[in-house]
C-alpha cells in the first residue's frame, strides 16, 4: 500500500490512547522484518533510518531509502519512514528528495538555547515543507561515539516546564524525553519514571516519544503507553535477534558460505521482535 505519513500514524495513535513503535532499519533485512512483523501483528509501524545507518552505508541516503520504502509499499501493513536522530543539516535537507515524510532533528548536545535555535529554524524548514519534525530535550544517553551517560543522574532527565517552553520556542510535532531509558541496552532492564512521563503529557501539546525502548521491560513500555508515551523508537533489540539468531546458524554449520542460510532465520528473529513489540502498544482492554 502506499506509505503512510508518521504524523498520521502517530496523532491517530495519540487519539486512541495507544502506541505506534518504530523501528531501526540497517540492512535490507530490517525492513524486510519489519514489514513482516507489522503484518503479523495486524498493526502500523514506522520504519526508520538513523544518520548512523546512513554513515554506514557509505554517506548516501537514497538507495537506503528507496529499499525501506520500496518494503514499505509492497506490504499490506501501513508504514510509515522517517529519517532519526540527525544531527547533520545537510542530510536532514536530503530528506525531502529521499521521500521521507518526517524527521527527528537532535541538537539535544548542545547548551539549551542553541538547541532551541537550531530545532525552530529545523521545523521552518520542514513544515514548508510538509515534513513532521521530531526533536529532543533531555539526554537519552548510549549512543554510538558518546561517553558512557547514567539515565538516573541529576539533570539528564527532562523538566517538564522546561519541555513546555521548549515546545512553544521551536514549534515541534513531537518531543523525545528523558526519562529513564537508554541508547543500546542489550538487556531489558531500564526502570522508567512514570510520574515524570504523566507530567510530561500534561505539560507539552505534543505527542511523547521514547527512545531508547529496546532496554524497557514489557511492563514498562506498557505503564509508559498508558502514561502518554506515544512513539516508541526500538532498535537494538532487532540487532540482538539478527545477530543472535547468525550465531546460532553458524555454530551448527560452521562450513556454510551462502548468506541467505543464514539471513533468513535472522530476518524471521527480527519478524519475531517486531510483533512482539507491536502488540505492547495496543489500548488496555
Do not use: C
Not at 532519526?84 to 537532535?106: N, P
Amino acid at each position: 500500500m502506499p506509505l503512510v505519513s508518521t504524523a498520521e500514524l502517530v496523532s491517530t495513535a495519540a487519539a486512541e490512547h495507544r502506541g505506534v513503535a518504530a523501528f531501526n532499519v540497517i540492512t535490507l533485512e530490517h525492513a524486510e522484518a519489519i514489514a513482516a512483523g507489522a503484518e503479523q501483528a495486524g498493526t502500523p509501524a514506522i520504519l526508520q533510518i538513523s544518520e548512523n545507518a546512513v554513515r554506514f552505508h557509505g554517506g548516501g541516503l537514497l538507495a537506503i531509502a528507496a529499499a525501506a520504502a520500496a518494503v514499505a509499499r509492497a506490504s499490506s501493513a501501513p508504514l510509515a519512514l522517517h529519517l532519526d536522530h540527525v544531527v547533520s543539516t545537510g542530510l536532514l535537507y536530503a530528506a525531502a528528495d529521499a521521500g521521507f515524510g518526517s524527521a527527528m532533528f537532535d541538537a539535544s548536545k548542545l547548551p539549551y538555547e542553541e538547541n532551541v535555535r537550531a530545532t525552530a529554524d529545523a521545523v521552518r524548514w520542514g513544515h514548508e515543507r510538509g515534513i513532521w519534525i521530531e526533536a529532543e530535550l533531555g539526554r537519552v544517553g548510549g549512543k554510538e561515539g558518546e561517553a558512557p551517560l547514567d539515565a538516573h543522574a541529576p539533570g539528564v532527565r527532562t523538566d517538564p516546564a522546561e519541555a513546555a517552553a521548549y515546545a512553544a520556542a521551536t514549534g515541534v510535532d513531537a518531543l523525545a524525553v528523558a526519562v529513564g531509558s537508554a541508547h543500546a541496552m542489550t538487556e531489558r532492564t531500564a526502570a522508567l519514571d512514570h510520574a515524570l512521563i504523566a507530567r510530561l503529557r500534561d505539560a507539552v501539546p505534543v505527542p511523547l516519544v521514547l527512545h531508547g525502548s529496546s532496554g524497557v521491560p514489557d511492563d514498562e513500555i506498557r505503564a509508559a503507553v498508558a502514561a502518554g508515551m506515544v512513539k516508541i523508537n526500538v532498535g537494538t533489540a532487532l540487532n540482538s535477534a539478527f545477530t543472535g539468531a547468525v550465531r546460532s546458524f553458524l555454530a551448527n554449520g560452521p562450513g556454510v558460505v551462502d548468506p541467505r542460510k543464514y539471513l533468513a532465520p535472522a530476518r524471521d528473529a527480527m519478524a519475531a521482535t517486531v510483533a512482539g513489540f507491536l502488540g505492547l502498544l495496543r489500548p488496555a482492554g
